[in-house]
């Protein structure tokens, strides 16, 4: 669905900092919404997590940096990364290119994920967030 100029993918999970969670079996996909990467413009370089490293929900787990700011990759659960998307270190403009797809950014085994589920919101959910952020804007 799109909610003014920005994509929201239904199934997914979203953070309030603008990250999004795909279940995938006992892993969990992670990146960067649409509207966080529209407002960083163009992504020159991500500090991805490594793998092996504890992540803790709603923690800092890397950072990219835009021609216009630095911002931090916050983690949408706890638990141990397990693959990061390598491709990213020579092409970070794929978090521009396809937020939702090439442009992943790690993937995680949850330690808590029912419970911190509950932290994050729907598609729906963030799609009412993002107008009242637009609305502000």
Same mark, same amino acid.
């Given at each position: ?7 929201? +993918?239904?199934? =997914? ?18 990146? =960067?919404?649409?509207y ?6 163009? &992504? ?6 490594k +793998?092996?490293?504890? !992540?803790?929900?709603m923690?800092? &787990?890397g950072? @990219? ?7 931090? &990759?916050?983690s ?5 990364i397990?693959? +990061?998307? +390598?491709?990213?270190? *020579? *092409?970070?403009e794929?978090?521009n ?7 992943w @950014? ?16 729907? !598609? ?7 107008k009242?952020? &637009?609305?502000?804007?």
């Open positions: 669905m799109k909610v003014g100029e920005y994509e929201v +993918v239904e199934g =997914l999970y979203y953070t309030k900092e603008h990250e999004w969670l795909k279940i995938e079996g006992d892993l969990c996909r992670i990146g =960067l919404c649409d966080a990467q529209k407002s960083l413009h163009e &992504i020159v370089f991500v500090d991805l997590p +793998v092996g490293a504890k !992540a803790t929900q923690q800092s &787990i950072s @990219v940096e835009s021609v216009k700011a630095v911002a931090e &990759i916050f949408p659960i706890s638990g141990e397990v693959e +990061v998307n +390598v491709k990213l270190e *020579n *092409n970070p794929l978090l290119e396809s937020p939702y797809s090439d442009g @950014v790690a993937l995680i085994k949850p330690s808590s994920l029912q419970e911190e589920l509950e932290n994050l919101m729907d !598609a729906k959910g963030y799609a009412e967030f993002l009242s952020i &637009i609305e502000k804007e």
